[in-house]
Nanobody, 124 residues
Framework: QVQLKESGGGQVQPGESLRLSCAAS????????MGWFRQAPGKDREFVAD?????????DYADSVKGRFTISRDNAKNTVYLQMNSLKPEDTAVYYC????????????????WGQGTQVTVSS
């Protein structure tokens, strides 16, 4: 059974950091590109970051998080991470990880598997 399980969300103050994790099971993790997406209340889900399969040599970020967020993967642990630094109130959202059977990440609608999400709240 395929499963993506996000963890690490919570409530922090502006300027603080969080690291999200997404543990995968039920498929060959290293063969999948991975992505992080988020959805704020009343808004559409949006792209945050993605990483290619195997070595993760290709990475991409939304302009709004470049320089603050870092995506990485550990194939031995079947886990993808999102390190989030210098968090802002506008980063508040439910964060989802997703997997696509492809070497390079694809458009959001092409992703094969999705997690249930983890809430991140940035507020003073």
């Amino acid at each position: 059974q395929v499963q993506l399980k996000e963890s690490g969300g919570g409530q922090v103050q502006p300027g603080e950091s969080l690291r999200l994790s997404c543990a995968a099971s039920g498929f060959t993790f290293s063969n999948y590109a991975m992505g992080w997406f988020r959805q704020a209340p009343g808004k559409d889900r949006e792209f945050v970051a993605d990483i290619s399969d195997w070595t993760g040599s290709y990475k991409d970020y939304a302009d709004s998080v470049k320089g603050r967020f870092t995506i990485s993967r550990d194939n031995a642990k079947n886990t993808v991470y999102l390190q989030m630094n210098s968090l802002k109130p506008e980063d508040t959202a439910v964060y989802y990880c997703a997997a696509v059977r492809a070497p390079i990440p694809r458009a959001e609608y092409e992703y094969d598997y999705w997690g249930q999400g983890t809430q991140v709240t940035v507020s003073s």
